[in-house]
């Protein structure tokens, strides 16, 4: 949903989902790089962590069943390979604390700025953010992400995931703790939504990687569809 090649086209695909991941994978480790400096840490490790990101990606290769798990493995495997190295060196915080900002910070200003236009030019962004969920929930995740949609009323769409790949593929490789990370992405576009200025709002209480049964995605309007609304 962000802009660039990250923008959805008409039919819910991502523009060039590869590029789109490579870049996504190359800036993360850019951002790992500069903690190694800040560190002290041997730039080395770097090129240690790409090539243990090749062998993941060999062993954990059957995980992926459709093409967005292809690319949804290629990115998980990518902040595996950096925290192991980090973890033995900084600690368990620290090295989280690492990853999960080389994950969520690069693209951050882009991302919140594509969704902040998509909802500002949408006649009803409700609608919108709906439409683009219901597209990622398809094109983006696929088949090794289980959905339930108890309420989709035109007034909330409740979603619920209750099966996360990126939390089955942390689990598999004895990192479940980095789960939290992942969910933390999701911010970027999660801080666009102004519920005074789009009519909505977004409510995720809990998530798998924070313990939930389940991961809610909860749309919500909070004043009432206008009449001249498509």
């Known amino acids: ?3 660039d090649h990250f923008e959805l086209t008409g039919d819910g695909n991502v523009h060039d989902p590869e590029r789109a991941i490579d870049d996504l994978i190359d800036a993360l480790f850019d951002h790992i ?3 190694l400096r800040a560190h002290a840490l041997p730039g080395e490790l770097l090129t240690a962590m790409r090539a243990r990101h090749a062998d993941l990606l060999a062993a954990n290769a059957p995980m992926a069943v459709d093409e967005p ?3 949804n493995l290629r990115l998980t495997l990518a902040v595996v390979a950096a925290y192991e190295p980090l973890l ?3 600690g368990r915080d620290a090295a989280f604390e690492a990853v999960r900002a080389a994950l969520v910070e690069p693209l951050g200003p882009v991302l919140r700025e594509g969704t902040l236009a998509m909802l500002d030019t949408a006649s009803d962004p409700f609608s919108a953010m709906v439409e683009v969920s219901k597209a990622q ?3 983006a995740y696929g088949r090794t992400f289980t959905f339930e949609r108890p309420v989709d009323d035109g007034r909330e769409y409740l979603l619920e995931i209750h099966r996360c790949f990126y939390h089955d593929v942390l689990v598999a490789n ?3 703790e980095l789960t939290p990370a992942l969910c933390a992405f999701d911010t970027n576009w999660i801080e666009a939504i102004d519920p005074d200025r789009h009519g909505f709002r977004f409510e995720r209480p809990t998530t798998i990687g924070l313990g939930g049964a389940y991961c809610p995605f909860h749309f919500i309007r909070t004043r009432p569809r206008e009449s001249g609304d498509g």
Do not use: V
């Open 33 to 35: 790089a500069a903690t």
């Open 88 to 90: 033995p060196r900084l």
């Open 69 to 71: 798990s292809r690319h």
């Open 137 to 139: 929930e398809e094109h």
């Open 1 to 3: 949903m962000a802009t």
């Open 174 to 176: 004895s990192a479940a």
